[in-house]
């Protein structure tokens, strides 16, 4: 009798973990590109954003924008190194000796991965909030 493989604690296989992980390299490329939009938008919508009062929020976010900027660097690296330790994985023959360690590791960028993204989505969000309070605050102010 076989024993069956357990798949607890949403353990992947290989091909999976690949996936994942060339799906999160490519999202956290896009996400820097998208931290140097959001710093030019900050950048040039300075003159409503002083005028409306919301300068020191403005100088929060581009401080957290240089944070992210850093966390996603260091992201990319350890997500750039467990690609290269997935190739040992499609090896069926030899056994990867630490294949429990390197699926523990998958888990643990899953779960950074994810409070890396709530952590961004919420900051974009106010930073577009923001700029259209400036805007909206400048528009008002040349109607009056």
């Known amino acids: 009798m076989k024993t069956k493989v357990s798949s607890a604690y949403g353990w992947e296989g290989p091909e999976i973990m690949n996936k994942y992980s060339t799906?999160?390299?490519?999202?956290?490329?896009?996400?820097?590109?998208?931290?140097?939009?959001?710093?030019?938008?900050?950048?040039?919508?300075?003159?409503?954003?002083?005028?409306?009062h919301l300068s020191m929020?403005?100088?929060?976010?581009l401080e957290k924008l240089s944070e992210l900027k850093t966390e996603v660097s260091a992201l990319l690296d350890k997500i750039?190194?467990?690609?290269?330790?997935?190739?040992?994985?499609?090896?069926?023959?030899?056994p990867y000796e630490n294949e429990w360690n390197y699926k523990h590791e998958h888990r643990k960028l899953l779960i950074k991965m994810h409070e890396f993204d709530s952590k961004y989505q919420a900051i974009k969000?106010?930073?577009?909030?923001?700029?259209?309070?400036?805007?909206?605050?400048?528009?008002?102010?040349?109607?009056?």
Request: glycine share 2%; charged share 35%; no cysteine.
């Open 125 to 144: 969000k106010e930073i577009f909030r923001t700029v259209k309070d400036a805007i909206r605050h400048q528009k008002q102010k040349r109607i009056a």
């Open 57 to 61: 929020q403005a100088e929060k976010y």
């Open 80 to 94: 750039e190194i467990h690609k290269n330790g997935v190739k040992a994985l499609f090896i069926k023959q030899a």
């Open 23 to 52: 799906i999160w390299y490519s999202r956290l490329n896009f996400i820097l590109k998208e931290l140097d939009f959001l710093k030019d938008l900050l950048n040039k919508n300075i003159f409503p954003i002083v005028e409306s």
